[in-house]
């Protein structure tokens, strides 16, 4: 069976995500050189979170890698099919909403604190986050991609 990270679907994604990233803040996401695939899947694998959604009205997650599943409590399907909004509780999600609009105005934010909860409502506080806009190979805005290394459970 296919892995998440052979997924053509999850390779032009990490590429999107990646090529964000530096163009934002000049950043790799991971040092090395790696090619699409072996990208995709060091990421996937990565000790980092690093989540994404799409542009829909309501942006629905499009990719978690393996820490982003395990912190959601979430599988893949269940993931990507969450729209990003539902990643913190309603009383947060007017905050998250203004990280997100400052992000979409600005291209980038770094050092982003918040409150998360999982599929199973265990809460969590992320810290020293970058959020940035994702942008196709024409430059137009494609969502956004939220990274970060530090969380604690309350």
Do not use: C
């Not at 609009?101 to 999982?118: E, K, M, Q, W």
């Not at 970058?130 to 530090?150: I, P």
């Amino acid at each position: 069976m296919e892995s998440i990270w052979q997924k053509t679907a999850v390779i032009t994604q990490t590429q999107l995500i990646t090529h964000s990233l530096r163009h934002w803040t000049g950043r790799d996401l991971l040092p090395g050189l790696f090619n699409p695939l072996g990208l995709a899947k060091n990421i996937l694998e990565a000790p980092f979170v690093l989540v994404s959604h799409g542009t829909e009205a309501d942006p629905i997650l499009n990719y978690g890698n393996a820490a982003a599943l395990q912190l959601w409590e979430m599988t893949w399907d269940e993931l990507t099919r969450t729209p990003s909004r539902l990643t913190a509780e309603a009383p947060n999600r007017t905050e998250r909403a203004q990280l997100l609009a400052a992000v979409t105005a600005n291209g980038f934010i770094d050092d982003y604190s918040g409150i998360r909860i999982s599929k199973t409502g265990r809460r969590f506080r992320i810290a020293q986050a970058t959020v940035w806009n994702l942008l196709d190979e024409r430059g137009h805005y494609a969502g956004q991609a939220a990274t970060f290394s530090r969380w604690e459970f309350l």
